[in-house]
Nanobody, 124 residues
Framework: QVQLVESGGGLVQAGGSLRLSCAAS????????MGWFRQTIGQEREFVAA????????NYADSVKGRFTISRDNAKNTVYLQMNSLKPEDTAVYYC?????????????????WGQGTQVTVSS
């Protein structure tokens, strides 16, 4: 049974920072690609960032590149999303996703496992 639990969301002023964490369990050998997605009411769940199992490859949405950083600590079975220079348009529910394998995936359709999400709200 795979479980993903996000944490670290909250309310922050524009220009501020937050670090999201996703604790994973039930992934055999922790061999999984991990991704962050976000979704607002009435919108499609969109890709934010992804990282492969080894952490050697990453990818980012253009909207967050240069501001967000994805990383992982396999010893802790945790993936992080450091968010800097936050903007009001970053407001969304952020979801952690995992897929067995060592490759990097950037499509939400490529992930089978999802967390419940954590709310990030950025005020003006």
């Amino acid at each position: 049974q795979v479980q993903l639990v996000e944490s670290g969301g909250g309310l922050v002023q524009a220009g501020g920072s937050l670090r999201l964490s996703c604790a994973a369990s039930g992934l055999p050998g922790s061999m999984s690609a991990m991704g962050w997605f976000r979704q607002t009411i009435g919108q499609e769940r969109e890709f934010v960032a992804a990282i492969n199992w080894s952490g050697g490859r990453t990818n980012y949405a253009d909207s967050v590149k240069g501001r967000f950083t994805i990383s992982r600590d396999n010893a802790k079975n945790t993936v992080y999303l450091q968010m800097n220079s936050l903007k009001p348009e970053d407001t969304a529910v952020y979801y952690c996703a995992a897929q067995r394998g060592i490759d990097l995936f950037v499509s939400r359709y490529e992930y089978d496992n999802w967390g419940q999400g954590t709310q990030v709200t950025v005020s003006s």
